[in-house]
């Protein structure tokens, strides 16, 4: 386990269609998050996960975009109904037990999601 | 609310030169702060962090600075080379809710 682990790298998809990403954070690491990042723009916090439980939610994160993290290993990102204005660069993160304020986060590379 | 502005939003300097990117922070709790290289395509990766209760701190060629009061922090780069042209991305801590804000970003440019 080198690294926080996400996939795919790309996903083109078609308007409308349903996109799930996964990913899977450094193993000993119970927190996880999730963040979209848009062309010349600073990463955007969506939600994050203390093992399973989903602790917030923001609110750039629409009623399409569900996040799971069911055994509180890997999590999954769904969009349902994709538009235009998803494209951008799905980041996951992770930090260990502490949290973020003592560890800062480890990021993956990403999945890049372009919607046509 | 949770904000962290960052500036300038580009910047190029001479090779050999020192560059500095300045931020300020909303949120007074706020004790973590964490700066971030991102080169184009790649994941953003953690290259130094401070805490409140530190002023200062350097790792080589880079240092941070913090000043609580005024709620700005700042990065310095010295004798900076040409790997170091990336995407640098301040940040802060929100202690409540344990995430990290991250600011716009500042291209730098390293010119030969």
């Known amino acids: 386990d080198t690294g926080v682990s996400q996939n795919p790298r790309h996903k083109i998809t078609k308007r409308g269609q349903n996109v799930t990403f996964r990913c899977d954070p450094i193993?000993?690491?119970?927190?996880l998050y999730w963040y979209r990042q848009t062309l010349g723009q600073g990463p955007e916090f969506l939600t994050y996960?203390?093992?399973?439980?989903?602790?917030?939610k923001s609110r750039l994160l629409s009623d399409r975009f569900s996040a799971e993290r069911p055994k509180g290993s890997f999590s999954t990102l769904e969009i349902q109904r994709t538009e235009q204005g998803d494209s951008a660069m799905y980041l996951c993160?992770?930090?260990?037990?502490?949290?973020?304020?003592?560890?800062?986060?480890?990021f993956g590379s990403g999945t890049r999601l372009t919607v046509v | 609310g949770e904000n962290v502005e960052q500036h300038p939003s580009t910047l190029s300097v001479q090779e050999g030169d020192s560059a500095v990117i300045k931020c300020t922070y909303s949120?007074?709790?706020?004790?973590?702060f964490p700066w971030y290289k991102q080169e184009l395509g790649k994941r953003p990766q953690l290259i130094i962090d401070?805490?409140?209760?530190?002023g200062e701190k350097k790792d080589q060629r880079i240092a941070v600075t913090l000043n609580k009061t005024a709620k700005h922090f700042s990065l310095h780069i010295t004798e900076t080379q040409p790997e170091d042209s990336a995407v640098y991305f301040c940040?802060?801590?929100?202690?409540?809710?344990?995430?990290?804000?991250f600011g716009k970003g500042t291209r730098l440019h390293i010119l030969p």
């Open positions: 949120d007074s709790a706020s004790n973590y």
């Open positions: 996960f203390q093992n399973e439980a989903q602790l917030e």
């Open positions: 993160a992770s930090s260990p037990v502490g949290g973020a304020s003592n560890y800062g986060y480890t």
């Open positions: 401070i805490r409140s209760n530190v």
């Open positions: 193993s000993e690491h119970n927190r």
């Open positions: 940040a802060a801590i929100w202690n409540r809710d344990d995430k990290i804000i």
